[in-house]
T-cell receptor, first 115, second 109 residues
């Protein structure tokens, strides 16, 4: 069974740039959620994708967008990067309803630094 | 508002001592509550959920609706319990987990 993989593991961008983060979900999972974890904070929900459509969104501006592909992998795109976007971005895959059962399987994250 | 509060950033105990990691929540209705753990250089993973009423690695957590708490307890801490612990609940919409800020547990010999 392949776990959740994320790429890249680390990246540095400058303010105003755009970034794309990628996530391959665990085998058998059809739902992908993205979380932002700032330093010293718990993960904060960005959005969830199910069947290639956004299925829930947290309190993040529209410059945070995503995609889910037919193979259930996903991308997180952030436009017009700001300094406060510096964080660890976590991808979690699950079956639909995973948030109700707590059965979210997390990747190791992509650490984004915005200068 | 849905919120999870973990009042302690760091909890340091000696091996063999009891451990209690505190979690309080704010939620309308009946929450689904969980504890997640992140060991050093490992990914975040589910430790236990209140609905299962199970003991995992010697840890238990009881939901107290009157006190809106879901504290994590272990009677005798082990060094391998050292990790970051996050309390979480399911959002009203059912699509997200709302996490607390986490508590670092440090167990020394």
């Amino acid at each position: 069974e392949t776990g959740v993989t994320q790429s890249p593991t680390h990246l540095i961008k400058t303010r105003g740039q755009q970034v794309t983060l990628r996530c391959s979900s665990q085998s058998g999972h059809n739902t992908v959620s993205w979380y932002q974890q700032a330093l010293g904070q718990g993960p904060q929900f960005i959005f969830q994708y199910y069947r290639e459509e956004e299925n829930g969104r947290g309190n993040f501006p529209p410059r945070f967008s995503g995609l889910q592909f037919p193979n259930y992998s996903s991308e997180l795109n952030v436009n017009a990067l700001e300094l406060d976007d510096s964080a660890l971005y976590l991808c979690a895959s699950s079956h639909r309803g995973g948030a109700n059962t707590g059965e979210l399987f997390f990747g190791e994250g992509s650490r984004l630094t915005v200068l | 508002a849905q919120r999870v509060t973990q009042p302690e950033k760091l909890l340091s105990v000696f091996k063999g001592a009891p451990v209690e990691l505190k979690c309080n929540y704010s939620y309308s209705g009946s929450p689904e509550l969980f504890w997640y753990v992140q060991y050093s250089r490992q990914r975040l993973q589910l430790l236990l959920r209140h609905i299962s009423r199970e003991s995992i690695k010697g840890f238990t957590a009881d939901l107290n609706k009157g006190e809106t708490s879901f504290h994590l307890k272990k009677p005798f801490a082990q060094e391998e319990d050292s990790a970051m612990y996050y309390c979480a609940l399911t959002s009203q919409a059912g699509t997200a987990l709302i996490f607390g800020k986490g508590t670092t547990l440090s167990v020394s010999s």
